[in-house]
């Protein structure tokens, strides 16, 4: 596609279900990120793909969160019985293996209830 | 672990002033280091710099890099209102991992 998109752009949710976000990266990037943003803070790295496989899981902040990555393409972060400090903006990036220039989706805001 | 620092947290200026914005690190087998602009949800590229002492230049924009003393300045001339967003620092690893700085929040005043 023309850019990496996300989906949706806007969830609400109860406390307590669980969440999938999407993100498609721009086609033939190798590198996939996950960020979260909440209210007035800077960017938490979550999760990085190179192709299917997450080199550096170590940003998911609980078991609750899990992510894959599909055919090099697709990505699915998946919050299970989301928490009110659950709700931020999720973005995700993706790259070229060689170009390391990281292109942002417009964002998931989650809100948690 | 890297680690990107950014400095001041927060600046507020008024229209045509200059404005220097400062990102420091520390990372493990140093690929490149990028400026991105966040005014609402998603961060917008600036500059990539991987090379010491080379200015990028984009209008009233420009930034440089040492590789030496591990930081690198963005530079915005003539301020005006609309440069007001969070400025974001980052650098990129050997394993294309993009590590972030937290931001200086930039507010530029009529």
């Known amino acids: 596609g023309a850019g990496v998109s996300q989906s949706p752009s806007n969830k609400v949710t109860e406390k307590g279900k669980d969440v999938e976000l999407r993100c498609d990266p721009i086609?033939?990037?190798?590198?996939l990120y996950w960020y979260r943003q909440s209210l007035g803070q800077g960017l938490e790295f979550l999760i990085y793909?190179?192709?299917?496989?997450?080199?550096?899981k170590s940003g998911l902040p609980s078991d609750r969160f899990s992510a894959e990555r599909t055919g090099g393409s697709v990505s699915t972060l998946t919050i299970q019985r989301t928490q009110q400090e659950d709700s931020a903006v999720y973005l995700c990036a993706s790259s070229f293996q060689q170009e390391w220039r990281a292109f942002f989706g417009q964002g998931t805001r989650l809100t948690v209830v | 672990e890297d680690k990107v620092v950014q400095s001041p947290l927060s600046l507020v200026v008024h229209e045509g002033d200059t404005v220097t914005l400062n990102c420091s690190y520390e990372v493990t087998n140093f690929r490149s280091l990028l400026w991105y602009k966040q005014e609402k949800k998603a961060p917008t590229f600036l500059f990539m710099l991987t090379s010491s002492g080379i200015e990028k230049k984009s209008g009233r924009l420009s930034s440089i890099l040492d590789k030496k003393e591990l930081f690198s300045i963005l530079n915005i001339t003539a301020t005006q209102t609309g440069d007001s967003a969070v400025y974001l620092c980052?650098?990129?690893?050997?394993?294309?991992?993009?590590?972030f700085g937290g931001g200086t929040r930039l507010m530029v005043k009529p």
């Open positions: 086609s033939g990037h190798t590198a």
């Open positions: 793909f190179q192709g299917n496989s997450a080199p550096d």
């Open positions: 980052a650098v990129n690893n050997a394993g294309n991992m993009l590590t």
